[in-house]
């Protein structure tokens, strides 16, 4: 079935650099997306969303970029820390006549060099 | 605001026996939905509770079933365990009405099957 993939299984990256996560989707009937952050032992923990009548939205720290006419959704994250590392999954879900179902991506283990 | 609440955190079983896995939602959430993580397979959805009715299904066979109480707190149920059933179920809260909205996760129950 469709799926929300990454590009990258892991990421490697040194402190203070800026990190950019990316996903491809395939649904172009989805128009809400949502990239979570988790860290071993944990649920996924939300960091930012974006619905398809934008294209770019800011969090701290944070931008979500999403190009429709491609259906690339990217996450960049700015001065990253060591505590940044962890797997990240972009999600997708395809309206609100769909509910809350999210349709997850296969992450990328994002690790942040001191 | 309390998080997402998950009981237990851990349970070992084995094959053919029966669980119950217990979810409560952050205060005012209406939607509860129910994932499977597993290395393989990734996060994948399970179904979605509002108002005490299941509003969206994903594609697991019937021994998995659910239901949500009055007060929005949810349960899942998995029968006849197999041992492909080990995995990290995890419960998202969300409000659940009007435009989609970030669902909040648990930090799960580790389920293990021997």
């Known amino acids: 079935g469709e799926s929300v993939g990454l590009h990258l299984p892991t990421l490697s990256v040194q402190e203070g650099d800026n990190s950019i996560i990316n996903c491809a989707y395939s649904?172009?009937?989805?128009?809400?997306f949502i990239w979570y952050k988790q860290e071993s032992g944990k649920g996924p923990q939300f960091i930012i969303d974006i619905r398809s009548n934008m294209d770019k939205r800011q969090g701290q720290r944070v931008t979500v970029l999403l190009n429709k006419t491609v259906k690339h959704l990217s996450l960049q994250i700015a001065a990253t820390q060591p505590g940044d590392s962890a797997v990240y999954f972009c999600?997708?879900?395809?309206?609100?006549?769909?509910?809350?179902?999210?349709?997850f991506g296969e992450g990328t283990q994002l690790t942040v060099n001191p | 605001k309390a998080g997402v609440t998950q009981t237990p955190r851990y349970l070992i079983k084995t094959r053919g026996q029966q669980v119950t896995l217990s979810c409560s939602p952050i205060?005012?959430?209406?939607?509860v939905s129910w994932y499977q993580q597993t290395p393989g397979q990734g996060l994948q959805f399970l179904f979605e509770?509002?108002?005490?009715?299941?509003?969206n299904k994903g594609n697991f066979p019937g021994r998995f079933s659910g239901r949500q109480f009055s007060n929005s707190r949810s349960e899942m149920n998995v029968s006849t365990l197999e041992l492909g059933d080990s995995a990290l179920y995890l419960c998202?809260?969300?409000?659940?009405?009007?435009?989609?909205?970030?669902?909040?996760f648990g930090d799960g129950t580790r389920l293990s099957i021997l």
């Open positions: 509770y509002f108002s005490e009715t299941q509003r």
């Open positions: 999600a997708e879900n395809k309206g609100e006549t769909s509910g809350s179902r999210l349709t």
């Open positions: 649904n172009s009937a989805s128009d809400y």
């Open positions: 998202a809260s969300s409000l659940g009405e009007g435009l989609v909205q970030p669902q909040h």
């Open positions: 205060s005012g959430h209406r939607s």
